[in-house]
């Protein structure tokens, strides 16, 4: 019987030793990224009775069943897919706000408008050198800011498309981890302490993998994790201990598309489908800064043909360039101009053919749509600083449920240290009441 108690206290001992070393673990990782708190499982161990007690119990004491995480799957889903979509809105909204810095900084709106300003001052004097070279001079002014918004909008396109790429070989490597992970899992011990450390990491990776592309996770008994990417269709990203290639396709007009293996996807959420959505209104509002380019350009090139310049002869093209980027000013002197019609001698104070000019700007009206162009930008600024600050409330509260369930509380760890202090102290005093009747036993014996 001494020998039973001394086993049954022993184990007892073990118990109450392991979970005080979960406890401290616990307390040591109170602040650690991603770990996810401990707690055991202590069974009780029977056995059958020995020589002629075949038909009974024997208590054999307890033993410690399983390493438990406090995890909660369906909180670490929402965590993954809310911050999925903060991370979208938080890389639209910032190449978003990039694109207004790019049409509204660059002072292209003004420079529209002195540009419109010069001519009617021109029509004035048509044959002033001094009005002509002003015009000339805004001319130029304004090539050089459609020039430099072109260029702000490139700046902006190449950071998001590096930002992206950045994103996409990250998203590999974390790809190779899980595999890897998964590959250990298969291996590790159920209910051992580092199967737990196996199951943080794992969904640590989940969760950055989920920053960057809509997560579909669908796990295995054993802990695996099978991972597809992605939405409309969702691809297989790793499946056991083998993972695919995530990469990005650049358009002929700077947007990017995705595939794994090859096999397009929409990423759905995350940085990627930020940057997809963000390239895709950049690409936008750069063809109608192109459009609005050449519009200018071909309506006063065409009322440049119709008249003569200051000097008589026919009127050549005062722009040239297609875009944005190209634009340019043709004319090398002021005094090509043509403010008269066709036929008017050198130096005709015949304004008709600027009038002509003024009249085609007006209808083209290139400051409206320009105007039109930035206030497209502002409201989709505006509209999803509304939504990012929504998602990122949503984000933080998916968070903040996660972290109460999951996460070490140092109260309660405390009381743990003295509840499990205490039964190993119990424990030894036991064993050394065991001991005490085995000595008795021997000295009956003597």
């Given at each position: 019987?001494?020998?039973?108690?001394?086993?049954i206290?022993?184990?007892g001992?073990?118990?109450?030793r392991?979970?005080?070393?979960?406890?401290?673990?616990?307390?040591?990782?109170?602040?650690?990224?991603?770990y996810?708190?401990?707690?055991?499982?202590?069974?009780?161990?029977?056995?059958?009775?020995?020589a002629?007690?075949n038909?009974?119990?024997?208590?054999?004491?307890?033993?410690?069943a399983?390493?438990?995480?406090?995890?909660d799957?369906?909180?670490?889903?929402?965590?993954?897919?809310?911050?999925?979509?903060?991370?979208?809105?938080?890389?639209?909204?910032s190449?978003?706000?990039?694109i207004?810095?790019?049409?509204?900084?660059?002072?292209?709106?003004?420079s529209?408008?002195?540009?419109e300003?010069?001519?009617?001052?021109?029509?004035?004097d048509?044959?002033?050198p001094?009005?002509?070279?002003a015009?000339?001079?805004?001319?130029?002014?304004?090539?050089s800011?459609?020039?430099?918004?072109a260029?702000?909008l490139?700046s902006?396109?190449?950071?998001?498309?590096f930002?992206?790429?950045a994103?996409?070989?990250?998203?590999n490597?974390?790809?190779g981890?899980?595999?890897?992970?998964?590959?250990?899992?298969t291996?590790?011990?159920?209910?051992?302490?580092?199967?737990?450390?196996l199951?943080?990491?794992?969904d640590?990776?989940l969760?950055r993998l989920?920053?960057?592309?809509?997560?579909?996770?669908?796990?295995?008994s054993?802990?695996?994790v099978?991972v597809?990417?992605?939405?409309?269709?969702?691809?297989?990203?790793?499946?056991?201990g083998?993972?695919?290639?995530?990469s990005?396709?650049?358009g002929?007009?700077?947007?990017?598309?995705f595939?794994?293996?090859?096999?397009?996807?929409?990423?759905?959420?995350?940085s990627?489908?930020?940057?997809?959505?963000?390239?895709t209104a950049?690409?936008?509002?750069?063809?109608r800064?192109?459009?609005?380019?050449?519009?200018l350009?071909?309506?006063?090139?065409?009322?440049?043909?119709?008249?003569?310049?200051?000097?008589?002869?026919?009127?050549?093209p005062l722009?040239e360039?297609?875009?944005?980027a190209?634009?340019?000013?043709?004319?090398?002197?002021?005094?090509?101009?043509?403010?008269?019609?066709?036929g008017?001698?050198t130096?005709s104070?015949?304004a008709?053919?600027?009038?002509n000019?003024?009249?085609?700007?007006?209808?083209?009206?290139?400051?409206?749509?320009?105007?039109?162009?930035?206030?497209d930008?502002?409201?989709?600024v505006?509209g999803?600083?509304?939504t990012?600050?929504a998602?990122?409330?949503?984000?933080?509260?998916a968070?903040?449920?996660l972290?109460?369930?999951?996460?070490?509380?140092?109260?309660?760890?405390a009381?743990?240290?003295?509840?499990?202090?205490?039964?190993?102290?119990?424990?030894?005093?036991?064993?050394?009441a065991?001991?005490?009747?085995?000595?008795?036993l021997?000295?009956?014996g003597?």
């Amino acid at each position: 019987m001494a020998s039973d108690l001394l086993s049954i206290a022993a184990s007892g001992a073990r118990a109450a030793r392991g979970a005080l070393d979960v406890t401290a673990q616990n307390i040591a990782n109170a602040s650690s990224d991603g770990y996810v708190r401990r707690s055991l499982r202590i069974e009780e161990v029977s056995a059958a009775g020995g020589a002629g007690r075949n038909a009974d119990i024997s208590l054999s004491g307890a033993r410690i069943a399983e390493i438990k995480r406090n995890a909660d799957p369906f909180l670490q889903g929402e965590v993954r897919r809310t911050d999925g979509d903060l991370q979208r809105a938080n890389t639209e909204l910032s190449g978003l706000r990039n694109i207004e810095s790019a049409l509204e900084q660059s002072g292209i709106f003004t420079s529209i408008v002195e540009f419109e300003a010069s001519l009617q001052q021109l029509a004035g004097d048509p044959s002033d050198p001094s009005r002509r070279a002003a015009v000339l001079a805004e001319a130029q002014t304004m090539a050089s800011k459609f020039q430099i918004t072109a260029a702000g909008l490139d700046s902006a396109g190449d950071g998001l498309r590096f930002d992206a790429n950045a994103q996409v070989e990250e998203a590999n490597i974390i790809g190779g981890e899980l595999a890897r992970v998964n590959l250990r899992l298969t291996r590790a011990g159920s209910g051992s302490s580092d199967r737990a450390a196996l199951l943080d990491q794992r969904d640590q990776l989940l969760e950055r993998l989920a920053g960057f592309s809509s997560v579909n996770a669908s796990f295995a008994s054993d802990g695996t994790v099978a991972v597809s990417l992605g939405s409309t269709p969702a691809r297989s990203f790793v499946d056991g201990g083998a993972s695919s290639v995530l990469s990005s396709i650049q358009g002929g007009d700077g947007t990017l598309t995705f595939a794994v293996d090859g096999q397009a996807t929409n990423p759905g959420s995350g940085s990627l489908a930020g940057a997809g959505l963000a390239l895709t209104a950049l690409a936008t509002m750069r063809e109608r800064l192109d459009t609005l380019a050449k519009g200018l350009a071909d309506t006063v090139n065409a009322a440049q043909a119709a008249g003569v310049g200051n000097n008589g002869s026919p009127g050549a093209p005062l722009f040239e360039g297609t875009t944005a980027a190209t634009l340019k000013v043709a004319l090398a002197s002021g005094e090509g101009i043509a403010t008269a019609p066709a036929g008017a001698g050198t130096g005709s104070r015949d304004a008709t053919n600027l009038a002509n000019l003024r009249a085609a700007l007006a209808t083209e009206n290139p400051a409206q749509k320009l105007s039109s162009l930035l206030f497209d930008v502002s409201s989709s600024v505006a509209g999803r600083n509304v939504t990012q600050s929504a998602l990122e409330t949503i984000a933080s509260s998916a968070r903040i449920s996660l972290e109460q369930q999951s996460s070490v509380n140092l109260d309660t760890e405390a009381t743990n240290l003295i509840r499990f202090q205490q039964a190993f102290q119990a424990s030894g005093r036991a064993m050394q009441a065991a001991s005490d009747i085995f000595d008795t036993l021997l000295g009956i014996g003597r």
